[in-house]
């Protein structure tokens, strides 16, 4: 008789662990980045390409199961099979009765697209796995390009263990006297929702240069800016009796700009930035003025600090600890659904994407987007194209309409493409 195996097996991180409880048909908590080329894809090449990137990422090689007291994650020998895309973005990904892998590839024309289920994985640490996946794709196509010795160098060589790093553990610790924050009623999105569970996505892609210039101009950054114009789409939308409750953005922060980690895991917090469109004057540069504000406030690695310890410390309450899965899974989507009536939408900076010099002339851009059962907007970069992405569940497309057009009307262009839903 052979001996049984030992399966390895990993603790979900903190920041995962409100996801498995959450995920539904509506909102399925997965994400995708894609990497468009200026060529058609090679399946062939790119199913070898996964393979090579799945070695040197071996979290993204686990299925998820459920214990007695918590999720974790498991080992597994499943190989990960390229597909055409033929299904809708951001489709379930963990299923409590089949053990599958928590990361899909498919690719479209041009586009290599890689979805993520976000207890896997934030979006850096996937990017992470993108970035890899192109490179080692790109290499292998134009192979003869980088022969005699000239393959181009990635910027990402973390160890596998610096890559399974659970970062809260190393650097959460004990909290300071919890903050005492006025509870806030934020002005909720609401209308006709697609059927079947669909997930509208409209893309702008805009001049870096131009986007920069004109945040610069009201003195913001990127996110500030963009954060503000935001506010100002959705308050366009708004009846004048909603103005009673505040316009609240949440932004996802990578803590990895506060605190060394190259983990491929999840490492972020978030910070609600709030408007109050009643007491305020509406204007756009009012608008960046409280928004930056709130960054400032928000945005230093002792408020981050104090805000992961008060996390960390719940899940590490004796009480919490013993408490049995079903009982948490309850909790945590009461939890879930209190914090989102704190909530009107959502923006998401990526930041700026880099590949070796040698590989961008293959590249057009990369964009990201996510699912949710609101209204939420993805951003990043590459060179000199800048995607603004927007992922909605709801038939209008008002907010999306207001926020190009504000700006078009500050003199930045914008191309706009979109998914077709069946039912138009």
């Not at 192979?143 to 973390?158: H, T």
Request: charged share 25%; proline share 5%; hydrophobic share 40%.
């Amino acid at each position: 008789m052979k001996p049984r195996k030992t399966l390895e097996w990993t603790r979900l991180d903190n920041a995962a662990k409100i996801f498995p409880s959450n995920s539904n048909k509506r909102d399925t908590k997965v994400f995708r980045f894609s990497c468009e080329l200026n060529e058609p894809v090679d399946p062939e090449v790119l199913q070898v390409a996964v393979d090579k990137t799945l070695g040197e990422f071996p979290m993204y090689r686990s299925v998820m199961k459920r214990g007695l007291f918590w999720y974790y994650f498991e080992a597994s020998d499943r190989k990960p099979v390229v597909k055409p895309e033929d299904e809708p973005p951001c489709g379930p990904l963990y299923n409590a009765d089949i053990k599958g892998l928590l990361f899909e590839v498919s690719y479209y024309r041009n586009r290599i697209n890689l979805e993520v289920y976000h207890a896997l994985s934030d979006g850096t640490g996937a990017l992470q796995f993108l970035r890899v996946l192109a490179y080692h794709y790109l290499t292998m196509k134009h192979a003869a390009l980088f022969s005699g010795g000239r393959l181009p160098v990635m910027d990402y060589d973390a160890s596998f263990s610096q890559k399974k790093d659970d970062s809260f553990q190393k650097y959460s610790g004990k909290p300071r006297e919890k903050e005492k924050k006025k509870r806030v009623s934020a002005y909720r999105i609401k209308g006709q929702k697609l059927s079947e569970h669909r997930l509208r996505v409209i893309e702008g892609v805009l001049p870096v240069g131009a986007a920069i210039e004109k945040a610069h101009a009201y003195g913001a950054t990127l996110s500030v800016f963009f954060t503000a114009v935001l506010m100002c789409a959705i308050h366009a939308d708004m009846a004048a009796r909603a103005e009673k409750r505040p316009v609240v953005i949440t932004v996802p922060v990578n803590l990895r700009n506060y605190f060394y980690s190259v983990s491929a895991r999840n490492f972020f917090s978030v910070i609600n930035v709030a408007y109050d469109f009643a007491n305020g004057d509406g204007q756009l540069s009012d608008v960046i003025r409280q928004v930056a504000r709130s960054f400032r406030e928000e945005l230093t690695a002792e408020r981050l600090k104090n805000r992961m310890d008060e996390l960390s410390s719940i899940e590490h309450n004796v009480f919490a600890r013993i408490t049995p899965l079903v009982i948490k899974d309850v909790c945590l989507h009461i939890a879930h659904d209190y914090t989102n009536r704190g909530i009107t939408a959502a923006l998401s900076n990526i930041g700026k994407i880099e590949m070796p010099e040698a590989l961008c002339p293959f590249i057009r851009q990369f964009d990201v987007f996510v699912s949710t059962d609101k209204l939420q907007v993805c951003m990043c970069s590459f060179g000199d194209k800048l995607t603004l992405s927007f992922t909605s569940p709801f038939v209008s497309t008002d907010v999306q309409m207001q926020f190009f057009r504000m700006l078009t009307y500050m003199g930045i262009p914008v191309t706009i493409v979109s998914n077709q839903i069946d039912e138009e």
